[in-house]
């Protein structure tokens, strides 16, 4: 069986290893906390682009009616906003403020120690002895610590990603009702631009038709008029 000192220090490399395991994970949860607040630019750049697409699209916009095309793209826009403000709801609530857990305060470890110290001052332990108590008591804390706020901490991150992915699908989503919406605005305007050119070519044949039968009807009666006048000159001419 080994000696006490080496169960000693075995004992402190093992806290040590859990110390750094469990001081990755909340630093990781914190971490997560802020990547949230660096997300934010985007969210607000795509609201952005999606306020300023409606209202260049708003004049495109048919009247409502009862016709299937003011039907179809009115239900896109209701589906978009829907989206829009799904995606508003849900980053508002990814943003809700929570109770995070964090690691006691520098004066309040400083405390801690101090009362350890006063502690182990009126205990049979030497000094170093005394030292590496207050250590691995310290240690302990730390550890239970860096247990507690990370599994709380880990629980609101988890619902705050949920609630930011939630957000992002709702937002591509009105992203893509609105290109939906654009497509189809411009596919009705070009079937409407070829359906108004039928009419619009046959009006212009009749308008040239009727104005070369005026003109042929013009030139008819002048050549009338101009055989009527070569008649009378002749006769003229014969009386002479």
């Known amino acids: 069986m080994p000696p006490a000192s080496v169960r000693q220090v075995k004992t402190m490399d093992a806290n040590e290893y859990l110390e750094g395991i469990l001081a990755d994970s909340y630093r990781r949860e914190v971490i997560q906390e802020e990547n949230l607040a660096r997300s934010l630019p985007s969210f607000a750049t795509a609201l952005a682009v999606l306020a300023i697409f409606l209202g260049v699209m708003r004049p495109a916009l048919p009247g409502l009616d009862w016709s299937v095309y003011s039907l179809v793209i009115y239900s896109i826009l209701s589906l978009l906003g829907f989206c829009a403000f799904l995606a508003i709801v849900f980053l508002l609530w990814s943003l809700w403020p929570r109770s995070f857990a964090y690691l006691m305060r520098e004066s309040e470890l400083n405390a801690y120690m ?5 502690y182990y001052r009126h205990s049979e332990l030497t000094r170093e002895e005394a030292e590496e108590a207050i250590a691995a008591d310290v240690r302990d804390v ?67 038709t009727e104005e070369l039968r005026a003109r042929q009807a013009d030139g008819a009666n002048l050549l009338q008029a101009g055989t009527s006048a070569d008649a009378a000159h002749a006769q003229g001419r014969l009386d002479a």
């Open 142 to 208: 730390m550890i239970e610590q860096y247990a507690e706020c990370a599994i709380c901490n880990r629980a609101h991150n988890a619902f705050r990603t949920s609630a930011r992915a939630a957000a992002f699908v709702a937002l591509l989503a009105a992203l893509t009702f609105s290109f939906v919406m654009m497509a189809a605005l411009f596919i009705h305007d070009g079937m409407k631009g070829q359906r108004d050119v039928g009419p619009l070519e046959r009006k212009h044949r009749g308008i040239a």
């Open 114 to 118: 101090r009362d350890l110290r006063r």
